[in-house]
């Protein structure tokens, strides 16, 4: 119904940076809140960045100045440009999306990507 596709990880040297996208795409009637977080190895899913239909961010406190969360409303895209990355980014990056969405009637619900690996080597 919604499918969120991530794309842009991969393996990088400490103090190296990646973009990471994110595409909405399905029977959506507008999108809300989008955002991203990351999960390490045998650790809970944390919060990394969101960002507000008007554009407004927050962004977790150990990526404030490195990371910066944008969106594209009219491609359905947000996007996570990560600078300065440290061996302690290393997880997998999910986006999510608050998304309106039409069912027998519209609804609102938050939909999911299947996440991105990001590797960072010290």
């Known amino acids: 119904q919604v499918q969120l596709v991530e794309s842009g990880g991969g393996l990088v040297q400490a103090g190296g940076s990646l973009r990471l996208s994110c595409v909405a795409s399905?029977?959506?009637?507008?999108?809300?809140?989008m955002g991203w977080y990351r999960q390490a190895p045998g650790k809970q899913r944390d919060l990394v960045a969101t960002?507000?239909?008007?554009?407004?961010?927050l962004y977790a406190d150990s990526v404030k100045g490195r990371f910066t969360i944008s969106r594209h409303n009219d491609t359905n895209t947000v996007y996570l440009e990560m600078n300065s990355l440290k061996a302690d980014d290393t997880a997998v990056y999910y986006c999510?999306?608050?998304?309106?969405?039409?069912?027998?009637?519209?609804?609102?619900?938050?939909?999911w990507g299947q996440g991105t690996q990001v590797t960072v080597s010290s």
């Open positions: 399905g029977r959506i009637l507008s999108i809300n809140t």
């Open positions: 960002i507000t239909k008007l554009n407004n961010t």
């Open positions: 999510n999306a608050d998304v309106r969405t039409m069912g027998v009637i519209p609804y609102d619900a938050r939909f």
